[in-house]
């Protein structure tokens, strides 16, 4: 059972926030949610994660990583072994256990995600992702001064005084 939740008061007093809202809202809604195929996500450092993809008979051909703004697209498309093997040897699969459909997996990324490095090994598919903050957006430490240090240094502004020119 799920609840639908009302974002309507949040939005009356937040601006900037309309993203973060409409995930909220996406990630309460019911519906049938594929979990094909598995994934695992984690947190590797203090700004790097790393997602991982159990892809088991995709070769790299078959996948394709893709990184858009805040958002990251996975997408497998297996080709049938017969078109593999040039139509050469016909298989009768008597079970089919390993899925090996094709998928489509999408990741919300947080502003400034950027994906480091995609690999594939032992069936598993690897991407790296660093979050690198620019400069101008870091934390920076401002200075204090103290009431008496306020003097102006430097060129003082010059007021009229009667027609003469006096150094303020």
Known sequence: MRTEYDFSPLFRSTVGFDRMFDLLQHSTRGGVDDN?????????????????????????????VVAQQNMLVITGERRSRAEANGGEQQRQVLHRGIAGRSFERRFELADHVKVASADLADGLLTIELKREIPEAMRPRRIEVGSAGSNVLRGPQPQRQVEGQAQVA
């Open 36 to 64: 094909y195929p598995p994934y695992d996500i984690e947190r590797t450092g203090e700004d790097s994660y790393r997602v991982t993809l159990a892809v088991a008979g995709f070769k790299p051909d078959d996948l394709n």
